[in-house]
């Protein structure tokens, strides 16, 4: 029985080595696949390149923002601040007007 099982055990063991050699193996094709073709001895036209070279140009044109919006957020608080304090004094004011009216 022993002997049974460990032959059993020793197909799983093949099988599931045999799975993951397939996939991994379509894994290399499909990451071949992105990094693109190639043009000559050790170039290749990649996407993966094509992209980071991209994010690394928006990063660079965008990379003066982050001080502004900081600015800007400050203005903005205050200005939340002041229309607070309109908003106090005009229900205060509203407040006076139905007093007096009650009258």
Do not use: C
Not at 9 to 37: D, K, P, W, Y
Not at 44 to 70: C, D, N, W
Not at 87 to 99: K, Q
């Amino acid at each position: 029985m022993s002997e049974l099982l460990t032959v059993v055990t020793a197909a799983v063991v093949l099988i599931l080595v045999a799975v993951l050699v397939v996939l991994l193996t379509r894994i290399v094709a499909t990451l071949n696949s992105i990094s693109g073709e190639p043009t000559g001895y050790s170039s290749r036209q990649s996407y993966v390149g094509k992209i980071a070279f991209g994010v690394r140009a928006i990063e660079m044109q965008t990379s003066h923002l982050g001080p502004e919006v900081t600015q800007l957020n400050a203005g903005l608080s205050a200005a939340a601040d002041g229309l607070r304090s309109i908003d106090g004094h005009l229900v205060r004011t509203i407040d006076n007007v139905v007093a007096q009216e009650a009258r």
